[in-house]
């Protein structure tokens, strides 16, 4: 048996603990040989590979980003692309795939592997913990970690001026980052994309927070939208899954703010940093333990599945499955943190 793995999306930390996870065990246990594809998808589309052995995984596990590399590419919108992959996995002898990867990364695995037979085997992978079917995604962890952190030394500032500051997040779609981040730092708001939120509410929150003597943290996820208008984009572009690149909603929210207020107002986005560096210990146990059960399907020959997290057990779910449907924050959840805000 020959496995390819590929990292595909934005990179986060634990991918390499994954790698190091699959290629252990499958090695040591199962007796597998492995490839390492490049760049996620591009990797099989163009044939670009490196070498994937245990040397190649040591001293990997405490490391961010992926030693594979990482990309947006869209295979099945490449010319031919169905037919390239099978070409080059037939040209490595590759006989199925491990995928590592959020919601677009997965998507594309499902569908080769139920429309066109390649077989794959899914692990969640994204910071914004919105792929349904796994409690948590590996990365999410650290992310909140790491934006908690910079809420903490942002307060300091804040009332060492007086000043509003505003905190933008990533979450494109799930304000999960904005939510966990924002409760453990100690916020007086937090805007997530699954509640447009009123302006002139939250300028309310700014200013009683004033009245009692401290300065106001906001946090707002990227992609949170105001009731009356539009998400702010970084501009028009999009990436080869129709994605448009969001930041902006921290800056206009903080002139808003200052205009409505006359209470000075700054913007810090956190952008990625959230995606980098060192990964909790919480990320690099859940990613081995993914990867561990990841071989261990490839083994069985339980293709076309994604590993997740349920309770404390792993279990295989289908990929369409995990990938129809993002996982949101639920309004009652939101509700609940609204007690701090203000």
């Known amino acids: ?26 090695v040591q246990e199962y007796g597998y040989d492995f490839v390492g594809f490049r760049d996620g998808w ?29 990309s947006r590419t869209n295979p099945l919108k490449a010319e031919n692309g169905v037919r390239r992959i099978k070409e080059n996995l037939t040209k490595y002898e590759v006989d199925s795939l491990i ?36 409690d948590y ?12 952190e910079a809420i903490d030394r942002l307060h300091t500032t804040a009332e060492s001026h007086m000043r509003v500051l505003v905190v933008e997040v990533m979450g494109r779609h799930a304000g999960w980052i904005a939510l966990h981040s924002g409760l453990a730092g100690g916020a007086n708001v937090i805007l997530i994309p699954e509640q447009r939120f009123d302006v002139d509410q939250v300028c309310s929150w700014v200013t009683s927070r004033f009245k009692a003597s401290y300065a ?15 998400m702010v984009l970084k501009d028009g572009t999009q990436d080869s899954f129709g994605h448009v690149r969001l930041s902006g909603v921290g800056e206009w929210l903080a002139k808003e703010i200052e205009g409505r207020t006359g209470k000075e107002a700054r913007t810090t986005v956190l952008g990625h940093v959230q995606r ?26 339980d293709f076309g599945k994604m590993v997740a997290l349920q309770g404390t057990d792993i279990v295989r779910v289908p990929i369409a499955d995990a990938t129809a449907k993002l996982k949101t924050v639920d309004p009652k959840l939101y509700a609940e943190v609204g007690v701090f805000f203000g």
């Open 99 to 134: 995928a590592i990867g959020g919601e677009d990364t997965l998507g594309v695995a499902a569908r080769l592997t139920d429309e066109y037979g390649i077989n794959v085997v899914g692990v969640p992978k994204t910071i914004d913990n919105d792929l349904s079917a796994t």
């Open 1 to 26: 048996m020959r496995v390819g793995v590929l990292t595909g999306g934005g990179d986060c930390p634990g991918l390499n603990a994954v790698i190091r996870g699959v290629v252990r065990k499958g």
């Open 137 to 148: 995604t590996f990365g999410f962890d650290t992310a909140v970690g790491i934006a908690t």
């Open 216 to 230: 106001p943290i906001v946090v707002v996820a990227e992609g949170a939208m105001p009731k009356d208008g539009e």
């Open 42 to 70: 591009r990797g099989p589309l163009e044939g670009d590979t490196v070498p994937l052995d245990i040397p190649a995984v040591r001293g990997i596990l405490p490391r961010g980003g992926t030693i594979l590399g990482s």
């Open 276 to 301: 980098g560096g060192t990964p909790s210990a919480f990320d690099r146990w859940l990613a081995t333990r993914f990867g561990l059960h990841a071989i261990d399907a490839v083994r069985d020959g």
